[in-house]
């Protein structure tokens, strides 16, 4: 009922899972449940809540929490979710799921980005190439010389690890940059 409650139980009992919900009185079950992990790492955390707003989802993911579950869950999910949680098992609600993915995905695109090399300007200008601008658009649009634009583009090329331009929006449209 009151998140202030759970850190002394958890010192008092042994308990091998918490169900939270995101809203409780006094610190929310997101912050709870940091906390928890931080003290009491071998306790598991199941997040049982109405609230499907992916910002909640992935703070609670950030967490550390094993499960996140929506109450609108049937009656026969939970047990079942507590024993996966309890085997290991990380869980989300299926309506959940997609959306989970989806940052996911963009998470690993902009990591992908960042390993390669790329800035915004180099992915600007691959977008730019593969709409058909030449070196002379690109650099009015950036307010760059044609010299430039070029010196850019072939450094792009050997970020990517290919030898000229089409195969360089092939390897963008590949990764999902563009």
Avoid at 9 to 31: F, N, P, R, T
Avoid at 44 to 63: G, P
């Amino acid at each position: 009922e009151d998140g202030a409650q759970v850190l002394p139980l958890l010192a008092a009992h042994k308990i091998d899972i918490v169900l939270l919900d995101i809203q409780m009185k006094g610190q929310s079950g997101i912050e709870i449940a940091g906390r928890v992990i931080q003290s009491y790492p071998l306790v598991k955390i199941i997040i049982l809540t109405t609230y499907d707003d992916q910002s909640y989802v992935d703070q609670a993911l950030e967490a550390g929490v094993h499960g996140f579950l929506l109450k609108s869950a049937s009656h026969e999910t939970l047990p079942d979710s507590i024993r996966a949680v309890m085997r290991g098992e990380r869980l989300i609600s299926p309506s959940l799921v997609s959306n989970v993915l989806t940052n996911y995905q963009k998470l690993a695109q902009e990591q992908a980005k960042r390993e390669v090399g790329l800035s915004a300007d180099d992915l600007k200008i691959l977008t730019r190439i593969s709409e058909g601008a030449n070196n002379k658009m690109i650099a009015e649009e950036f307010y760059w010389s044609e010299a430039t634009v070029k010196r850019r583009v072939q450094e792009i090329l050997e970020k990517l690890g290919v030898s000229n331009r089409p195969q360089a929006i092939a390897e963008a449209v590949r990764r999902g940059w563009i």
